[in-house]
């Protein structure tokens, strides 16, 4: 994988920049949809592409339970499985371990857990998780890390960036497949020192990325921009740096403005399923009984296939009826509004612009200033 | 509206033609999708275009209940509202009221009713039934009809078909908006001379189409074609011949060989939302676990988008995990599938094989000779 930084911005650590892939190149920064089983929610994955999405996230947890990342790798791996041909990334399955299976038992080794489909037992090791990575031949994998829930003792944070460190190790050791990167994940909870710590044990692995873990995970947003303000900067300038499970608007341009490049996160998808669509001037609930009568588009100033043929008043009525195009159409907008944002965040830094970018955003989309 | 036959087949009743609409035209022998909601489920309308539909259905009965006929006016009407471009026929909300709502009183004038979502009562009079039609804005409308429920005694049938004609000349007496046509429905079960008679009821009515009612509502097969074999041919040539409710690919075709011109079902939409696909060889249970590791298309002939860039073992993976792509993706398969046999069936009646092509057909999908 290469990673080459194209623009910075003069005023903020915002950056421009570009991963090269066997599957071809993303630009920076990024945000990639989340596709937990193979698929993007409601999505072809030929309207992926035509949204302009250049790389997209596998649930590795999901993958290694059903289908299995055997079958997957029988189907000529996840690319095309899925039959989506741009770059993919897997994470490593550590936090959905700890966020959705039940009788989870960590010890230095691995984590033994229960499948929140079946209830059957599993174990995963960093050899373990490599060898499935392997399996579903992603472009970017991720190490097997420890992510204690918050509020979490300084103790047990200790022993879980302890771990990530020791577990970051043996998935090196492991191994990729040759056009696979490995990226570490940086833990230590909103202890700012305890970051910077995790993040110079982990860059003397000189592995080819680097990731912010265990954000947005309920922590205050003033907590979580206080770690991107003192950490970020701090990361390796000439590897890409991944803000792991961030999604919202206002949360992905503050972590761009101090220097992330990549982000994921199931929100502008879930949040469609749920009858919310993000628009121009704010979050629009469609479902509610106000749009009922709304012969608009979802976003007047917005040109997507949507919002070129669809009212919202149509979109509420979809809604109200559980058909299930009202999941394709607000999903379909709201990627295309957050991939939109990407592509104006980029032109913005390129133009050396992306401060008063972000001004008029926030005036907008939130009706207030950004905070500081 | 214009009607014209084009070609007729030497050998059987079956025919080409076209019908103009100024929504545009359709060709005939034209399967119709479904758009119970003012939406073929799971379908975007541009994907309806790209597989060749060309008229769509939408059910008085479900959208003067929600989201309402005076909305859908207000948008602009049917068309507008659900961005379908091409012709829309809808039915008349009679047998809907029948088959799916509770409390029913029907009398001479017409119809009481309690609505499927929240009970509330309403009334459907020929009169109301048509303002609903034109408030929807379709290009074909149909006459409210009564269909009662199979086995029904002989009093029962001819008190049905008396108002069912009563009813066609109010609806004709109520008047369309200029673009507009109106159909009549014949009833009679499956007693010929009655749908003989109530035929030459309704043609005194000069109408620009006519319908089949009351078959596939739990007849036997053998009964159907009996009915379509002595009461097709009779419906007046220069009118477009419908029959409601049918979309089996048997069924198509042994309608087809009988002269009608027009059908529509869910048959092939909702088996596609239960996990079955149609191929060349046959109806596949593609949920089954049989296909769990069936990397093949869903059918090996077929040339569609999904057949192109998707297996059965994706297919399946898709169903049991429950993912909303897994419908889109059967769905537009099957329609692909029956709207590519429509596309048969008219060239084979233009190059005069339609026999040897049903022969083929009942061969190679149900792997026995055709009926008699």
Redesign the interface.
Known sequence: MLFSVLHRCDETEARTGRIMTRHGPAETPAFMPVGT???V??????DLERLGASIVLGNTY?LYL??GDD?IA??GGLHS???WPGPILTDSGGFQVFSLSSLRRVDDDGITFRSHIDGSEHRFTPERVMEIQRNLGADILMCLDQCPALPAGRDEMLRAIGRTTAWAERCRAAGTRSHQSLFGIVQGGTDVDLRLDHLRELTSLDLPGYALGGLSVGESKEDMYRVLREVAPHMPEDRPRYLMGVGSPDAIIEAVRRGVDMLDSVYPTRIARHGTVLTSYGSVPVRNAAY??D?RPLDERCFC?VCR???R??L???I??E???A???TTYHNLHFLLQMMREIREAVHQGTFLSWREDFWHRFYRCAPPE
């Open positions: 089983n193979a698929t929610k409601a999505m072809p994955p030929a999901h059903r289908p079958l029988s189907a499985f899925m039959s009922a009568r012969f296939h043929n669809f009212s008043a149509y509420r009525h979809l109200k009826a058909e299930l195009l999941h394709y159409l």
